[in-house]
C-alpha cells in the first residue's frame, strides 16, 4: 500500500501540534509576588478552552484523515503537495490557539482580530482537506469509489462545516468567545457527522467487498 | 491490519508527551547572582521526581496500549474518539507535572490543589483506557475474547489503578509528595500486573491459537 | 521491506522539525506597555516570512526522500549514516529559521551572517541528499535503476537546487530578504521539478513494471 | 512481526529528542544592549558543540537499536520495560545537553557536575541498551541467533563503549571540555564497529538464510 508513508509523516505531524497545545496551559511557579495556583488557574481559563476546542479540531481532523487515506488507491505527487498544504495550516494551529488565548479578553478589536487568525486557519485547514477529498475522488483515486449521489452528500457535508468556519469569522467581529465556541461546535459536529468515504457495502450486492486493506 | 495508523498516531503522541516531561528539567545557566549548578540541583528534585513518576506513567500506559491494541480485530469510529479521549488526558500530563514540580512546596493548599489535578489527569487517563478495553471486549472486537473470568479479573485490576487515583487525590489534601509517590506506586504495581488481553492459549485446548498478528 | 524504519525515523525528524517551526510565530500576550495585536503581527512579519519558506523546504525535501527511498532496494550501515547528515541538517533548519527571523532587519551585517547560516544548513541538507542519491545509484539499491541519461538529468537536477543555495548565499551580503525569497523561488521550483527516481514504464516495454511495494 | 510497535514509539522518541537538542542552539534576537549576532554566535559554541555531539551519540544509538530490533523474534513484557528504560536516558539527553552546554565554561566545579551528569547519563543509556542486547540473546529471541564467539566479541564492543563513558565521567573532573569531546570519539568509534546482531549467512550454508523481514 502505497499511503503508508503519507499516513506516518502526516500522524507525526498531527501528533506533534496536538501536544504542543498543551505546552500553552504551563502556567509558571509560585513567587513572593504572585497570585496562587488557584487565581491562576481561573485567570488562566481562556487557555483551557483554546486547548480544548483545538484538541478536538486536530483530532477529528485525524480522523477524517485516516479515513479518507485508508481509502486511496494512488498517491500521485499533487496528492502530496496538497496534503502538506493540509499539514501547513495544522501546523499553525498552536500559534493560532496561543494568540486567541492570550488575547481573548484583550480590548481594541484585539481579540476578534486573534478569533478572526484563528477561525482563517482553521477555514485554510478545512478548505485543504475538501481538496485532498476533491482531487481523490475526481482522479478515481479511491479504492471505494463514491456513488454520485454519495459524492453530493460528501460535498454538503464539507460546505456546513466550512461554513462554520465562515461564521465563525463574522463572529469574530461581535465575540472573540461566542467565535471560538462556535468552532467547539463544528468540532462536535464533526464527531457526529462522519466523512462518507468508504461506505459500507449495501446488502443487496451479491459479491463480496473489495477488502479494505 | 486495521489499527495501524491508530497506534502509529497513538504512538506519536505518546512519544511527544513522555519527551517534553524532560523540557522541566531544565535549569537556567550560571549567572553572578545565581546559585551553583549543585544547589539549584538539589533544589530541583521536585521536577526531577515529577518526572520520573510521569515518565513511568506514560510508559506503562504506552505498554498496555500497545498490548490491548494489537488484539483489536476491527476498530471502529467510536474507538478512535475513546481513544482521543485517552490522549487528550496524555497530552495533559507535561502540563499536569510541571505544575505540580512547580507548586510540590508551595504553602497554603497550593501543593494539594496541584496534586489533585495532577492525580485527576491520571484518573481522566486511567477511566479512559479503562472504556477502551470495555468498547472492545463489549462489541466482541477482540482476536482473542477474553473468557467471563479474564474480564472479571482485568476489571478487578483496573479499578485497583482507578482506586489508587482517586485515594491520590484524597492524599493529596494531608500531602502533596505521599500523593505523587503514589502514583509511582501505581506505576510500579501497573509494571507488574499485565493488562490481561490476549492470554496464551491454554495447553489443553486442541486446535492452535488464532495467529497474533 | 528493509526502508520502513529508515523512513520512519526520518519521518519523525521532518515531523517534528517542521511542527518546531511554528513555535517561533508565537507573539508574547498584551500587556500596558505592548503594542496591539494588530501591530505585534505586522512587526512579525519577518517569522512569518522565514516561516513560510521553512515550511516548504523541509516539505520538499520529505517529498524527494520519500520518492527516494520507496525505490530503495537495500539499506546499508552507509546509507543509514548519510540519512542521519541529512536529518543533522533538517534538525537545524528551526534554529535557522528563528535566526533569520530574528536578523532579518539586522544592521551592521548581521543580517547578512543571518542569512549567511540560513543558506548554509539548507545547502548542507541539499548536499547530504544528493549524497544520500549517488551511494543509492552508485550501489545499484535502487529497485527500478535510472537510465544514464536519466541519472544525468537527475544530477543536473540536483545541481540547479545546490547552485540555488550557494546564490543565495551570495546575495545574503547584499540582501539577507532577497535571500530568503530565493530559497522560497529554490522551494517552488523543486515542487514542480521531480527527483526523477521510479521512472514510469514506458509504453513500449511488454512486460509489465516490478510492482512498487 | 511483532517488533513493529516497539520500534515505532522508541523511533518517536529518538526522534522527538534528537530535534528537540536544537531547541537549545536558539539565540535571542538583537536589541540595544545586546552583543551582535557574530559574537553571540561566537560566545556560544559550547552550545553547538554539545549538540553535534548528543545528535551523533543518538543517532547511533538508534541505528545500533534499528539494526538490533530488525532481529528479534519475539517481544516480552520484560524486553519492552527495558526498552524504556533506554528511552527514559534518551530522553534526559536534551536535558544533559542543555545543561553541560551552560556549563562548560563555568568555575568552582560546576563544570566538572555538569559533565558527570552528562556522561552519566549516556552510560545508563549504553547499560540500557546492553540489557536489551542480553535479554534478546539469553532468550534466543533473536532470528539469527549469534554464534559464541559473535557473543563474546559483541560483549567486548559494548564493553568498550561503555568504558569510554566511564572514563568520561573520569576526565570530568579534570576537564569537561575533554570529557565532552571523548563521548564525541565514543560516537565515532560507534560509527564504524557494528553491533553485530544479523550477520551474513556464511557462504558455505548449503540453505538460504532465513529472510530478514
Known amino acids: 500500500m502505497d499511503s503508508n508513508r503519507l499516513e506516518a509523516f502526516s500522524d507525526g505531524v498531527f501528533a506533534v501540534a496536538i501536544t504542543l497545545l498543551a505546552l500553552d496551559l504551563a502556567i509558571g511557579g509560585p513567587g513572593p509576588h504572585q497570585p496562587t495556583l488557584a487565581a491562576k488557574l481561573a485567570d488562566h481559563w481562556p487557555a483551557f478552552f483554546a486547548y480544548a476546542v483545538s484538541f478536538a479540531t486536530i483530532g477529528i481532523i485525524w480522523v477524517n484523515h485516516h479515513t479518507l487515506c485508508k481509502n486511496f488507491s494512488e498517491i500521485d505527487r499533487t496528492l502530496l503537495f496538497i496534503n502538506l498544504l493540509l499539514l501547513f495550516f495544522v501546523v499553525c494551529i498552536p500559534f493560532a490557539t496561543s494568540t486567541i488565548a ?67 469569522i463574522g463572529i469574530a467581529f461581535a465575540s472573540a468567545i461566542a467565535s471560538l465556541a ?10 457526529f457527522e462522519q466523512t462518507p468515504v468508504r461506505p459500507k457495502a449495501p446488502p443487496d450486492q451479491g459479491t463480496p467487498a473489495t477488502p479494505a486493506t
Open 182 to 191: 462556535l468552532s467547539g461546535i463544528v468540532a462536535i459536529y464533526h464527531i
Open 102 to 168: 492570550a488575547y481573548l479578553r484583550a480590548d481594541g478589536g484585539q481579540s476578534s482580530l486573534a478569533a478572526v487568525i484563528y477561525q482563517g486557519v482553521l477555514e485554510g485547514m478545512s478548505i485543504s482537506f475538501t481538496l485532498l477529498f476533491w482531487w481523490a475522488i475526481s482522479r478515481e483515486h479511491l479504492r471505494d469509489p463514491l456513488t454520485p449521489d454519495q459524492a453530493r452528500r460528501a460535498t454538503i457535508r464539507f460546505g456546513i462545516g466550512q461554513a462554520g468556519y465562515i461564521i465563525g
